[in-house]
Nanobody, 115 residues
């Protein structure tokens, strides 16, 4: 059974940093493109960042230069380093694994940016 477990969310002031982690307890990690999505209240879920099996990364424009996605295949873990956080980054952040067998989601972790 695939299980993605996020951690690292919390509350931070504008300009602060957080690092999200997502660990895969199954065997799919090394076969998957790993993604971070977020969903703010009243808005659609959006793709924030992705990293392929080979390490190619992509970011939505609003986080470029501030967020960094990385993966540790030995630990089956993907990270999202978030710097210079803004109030508009406030959302529930979801880890996602996408591969030929399907797409899998974590339970989400809340990130709140407020003064």
């Amino acid at each position: 059974q695939v299980q993605l477990v996020e951690s690292g969310g919390g509350s931070v002031q504008p300009g602060g940093s957080l690092r999200l982690s997502c660990a895969d307890s199954g065997i799919i990690f090394s076969f998957s493109t790993m993604n971070w999505y977020r969903q703010a209240p009243g808005k659609q879920r959006e793709l924030v960042a992705s990293i392929t099996r080979s390490g190619t990364t992509n970011y939505t424009d609003s986080v470029k230069g501030r967020f960094t996605i990385s993966r540790d295949n030995a630990k089956s873990t993907v990270y999202l380093q978030m710097n210079s956080l803004r109030p508009e980054d406030t959302a529930v952040y979801y880890c996602n694994a996408d591969n030929t067998w399907g797409t899998y989601w974590g339970q989400g972790t809340q990130v709140t940016v407020s003064s």
